[in-house]
């Protein structure tokens, strides 16, 4: 078996990647760490490029330290349906994901990834705030 953690390289995920390199340890599995570049990205698509390998390294190499196998992956499209369907790929048992604290109003204009990947996963969906 296998976890997801989803990630973007902000802040709000930091303890999401804590956890998620935990849980797996703990359950001994495998861990996919999933960064998507979406729709906003396009203006530093290339910047971006960058900063989320750098950022997919630094994770691998907690992971390594931890005795977590761990595959990193760079997805294009939306961040929530590409979670989704990256758990959907590799069987995951459970998705980690951070929350942004958006108000209430951010949430109904532009919409959650966590909100969207609890509502569409077939797993288990571990939201760290």
């Known amino acids: 078996m296998s976890v997801v953690l989803a990630t973007d390289g902000r802040a709000h995920t930091s303890k999401a990647i804590d956890y998620a390199l935990e ?12 960064f998507v570049i979406g729709p906003r990205h396009e203006e530093n698509r290339e910047g ?10 630094e ?9 977590v196998e761990t595959t990193t992956l760079l997805e294009t499209g939306s961040p929530a349906e590409s979670t989704v369907a990256v758990a959907e790929r590799v069987g995951a048992s459970a ?33 760290v705030k």
Do not use: F, M, P, W
């Open 48 to 57: 971006t490029v960058g900063d989320a390998k750098k950022h997919l390294e």
């Open 95 to 127: 998705i980690v994901v951070g929350t942004s604290g958006k108000t209430v109003l951010d949430r109904v204009l532009i919409g959650s990834v966590s909100e969207h990947v609890v509502r569409n996963s077939h797993c288990t969906v571990i939201v």
């Open 23 to 34: 849980y797996a340890r703990l359950h001994r599995e495998a861990l996919y760490v999933v």
């Open 59 to 67: 994770i691998k190499v907690r992971a390594t330290q931890q005795g």
